[in-house]
C-alpha cells in the first residue's frame, strides 16, 4: 500500500515567521510531488509541484524534495494570516493517480 | 475559464434512496476522478475514467457507480446511500503535463453529503 504521511497538526506559527511543512512518502519509485492548499469548506488548489532533488522557490513559497529520505517539504516565508488553511501533499502513483496525505492544518496567528 | 462544475454543493438524504452528484468539465480533458474526502483520512479516490467509456476503480470504489457516456460529463450515482458514505466529495479533472511527466488535479467545487 503505498502511502503519504502527513503530521496533522494544527501548526501554529506567528505572523512573519516561516512556516515549515513536511510530508513522508512509501514509494520510492515516485517522481512527481505536489502541495495543495485547501480552505475550509473549499476545494483544494495547487501551490506548486516539484520533481527533481532540491528547492524551488515560487513567491513565498519554497518547495524542497529529498528523495533519499524520501520526504517533501514545503516552507511558507513572511506568514500571513490568510496562509491559515489546511495543506495537503500529493504523490503522483501513475499517469492519472496521485495518492493523498490527510493534511497539516496551518494556523497564522495575527 | 476551465471549470469543473459539481451539483448540488449540499445534499441531505435518507439511506437507501439512490441519488447522482454530476460533474461536467468544459476543457475536453480525457482523465476524471471522483474523491472523497473525511477527516483525518485525506482525499481517497473512488472511480476515475480515462476516457469515454472507459472507468476504472480507485481506492474505495464500494456502494458507488459512475458513467462516462461522453467528455464532458462524469456523475456519481449511490444506488443505495449509508450513513458512512456521508462525506465531502469531490470531482476533478485530472490534467497531464506530458513534457514533464507531471499530474495536476484541478478540483471541482465540491458535495457535501449527508445520508440519515
Not at chain 2, 32 to 52: A, E, F, K, T
Not at chain 2, 60 to 86: A, D, H, M, W
Request: net charge positive; aromatic share 12%.
Amino acid at each position: 500500500q503505498k502511502e503519504v504521511e502527513q503530521n496533522s497538526g494544527p501548526l501554529s506559527v506567528p505572523e512573519g515567521a516561516i512556516a515549515s511543512l513536511n510530508c513522508t512518502y512509501s514509494d520510492r519509485g515516485s517522481q512527481s510531488f505536489f502541495w495543495y492548499r485547501q480552505y475550509s469548506g473549499k476545494s483544494p488548489e495547487l501551490i506548486m509541484f516539484i520533481y527533481s532533488n532540491g528547492d524551488k522557490e515560487d513567491g513565498r513559497f519554497t518547495a524542497q524534495l529529498n528523495k533519499a529520505s524520501q520526504y517533501v517539504s514545503l516552507l511558507i516565508r513572511d506568514s500571513q494570516p490568510s496562509d491559515s488553511a489546511t495543506y495537503l501533499c500529493a504523490v503522483r502513483h501513475s499517469n492519472y493517480q496521485l495518492i493523498w496525505g490527510a493534511g497539516t492544518k496551518l494556523i497564522i496567528k495575527p | 475559464e476551465a471549470q469543473v462544475t459539481q451539483n448540488p454543493r449540499y445534499l441531505i438524504t435518507v439511506t437507501g434512496k439512490k441519488l447522482t452528484v454530476t460533474c461536467s468539465q468544459n476543457m475536453n480533458h480525457e482523465y476524471m476522478s471522483w474523491y472523497r474526502q473525511d477527516p483525518g483520512l485525506g482525499l481517497r479516490q473512488i472511480y476515475y475514467s480515462m476516457n469515454v467509456e472507459v472507468t476504472d476503480k480507485g481506492d474505495v470504489p464500494e456502494g458507488y457507480k459512475v458513467s462516462r457516456k461522453e467528455k464532458r460529463n462524469f456523475p456519481l450515482i449511490l444506488e443505495s446511500p449509508s450513513p458512512n458514505q456521508t462525506s465531502l466529495y469531490f470531482c476533478a479533472r485530472i490534467y497531464m503535463l506530458l513534457l514533464r511527466g507531471n499530474t495536476e488535479a484541478f478540483f471541482g467545487q465540491g458535495t457535501r453529503l449527508t445520508v440519515v
